[in-house]
């Protein structure tokens, strides 16, 4: 049959290594980061966080912006430790369960309501790691988007009217992937030196980064000059200040849509007239915008069935916490008054499992021939026209 001869040729086409789309990976990253604001649970948080590494782990290529997952595991460690340490440190009392009685310092009265050490409880400790753990999987979810995507081809998809914008949140995103290249370049360039020595290490490496980072970003803008970003054409202030407007209003009802939907007391008329106001207005400035700045695009991306299925993922995982939110929220939030051990419904346990599907959906990322950092792909970057 027809139908069974294309899905066929798809899934060998699909096996193949290939790039998808890296909307479709932001889209997957960001609805798995909103499910992990509506749970404290550790384990569930930690099955989010390892859905996020496998699919790394499993489906990123060896480019520069690939490499740097690593920095953002040691910063959601680190937002944990911290969350911890400052529970300890200042006001780790509330609760009947005591762990430890250290010494009270005593403050001025103008610091009232703040305590230094005294009696750690752990229900105290114990909110501080769900705290931590919830902050450490949203931005382990942002590190595995940056990751997975070409920051580069993530450019291209951006609207017209959002370009300059989307310039300065893709340059923003991708700090860490570029920091993470630079200092892999200058330890290995202090290795083949024999520069071992621990005595100078961080004046030997921090240097040499920022040297590096701030010639990068030199090149990156005279390449981005020499294709013509920041040009505008000759429009009058009325649409200007029509677009900004409609954009800024639009902007501000989302916001407080989703505010209100993600709050934990939706209000009906905040939530979904604001949300969808918000939306119309928002698209009608990105269209108004769009028809000011004209840009031209050499080989775009496709989007295949493949990065429709990574994001319907991401979309369905947060679908079903919304839905384990509605009607199995008992265990979304552990109690600390009384302890309790926690316990993942079905419906948290299927989100979590959905979101580690593109483990096995999307294709491998091709290896580059050549393992120069130095190399540039210039039909990976928009034209303006």
Known sequence: MPVLAEIGRWLRFSRLPRNIHPVAWWVWAISVAVAATWTTNPLLLLLLMAASTCVVLRRRGDAPWSRSFRLYVMLGATIVVLRVFFRIVFGGGEGTTVLLRLPDIPLPQWAAGIRLFGTVSAQSVLGGLYNGLQLAAMVLCVGAANALANPKRLLKAVPNGLYDVGTAVIVAVSVFPQLAESVQRVRRARRLRGGLGKRHAVRAVVIPVLA?????????????????????????????????????????????????????????????????????????????ASTRVRTTRYRPDPIDLTAVLVGACGLGTVVLMYAAKQWQPAHLVPTLQPLEWPVIDTLPLLAALVAMLPAWIAPHAPMSTSSSPETVVPQEIGVAA
Do not use: E, Q
């Open 212 to 288: 590096d980072a701030l010639d990068r970003s030199l090149l990156l803008a005279a390449a981005m000059d020499s294709r013509g970003y920041g040009r505008h054409g000759r429009d009058g202030a009325r649409a200007g200040a029509i677009t900004g407007a409609l954009t800024i209003v639009g902007m501000i009802g989302v916001c407080i849509g989703a505010y209100n939907m993600l709050g934990p007391d939706p209000n009906f008329w905040l939530k979904w007239p604001a949300l969808i106001g918000g939306l119309v207005l928002g698209c009608s400035g990105l269209f108004v």
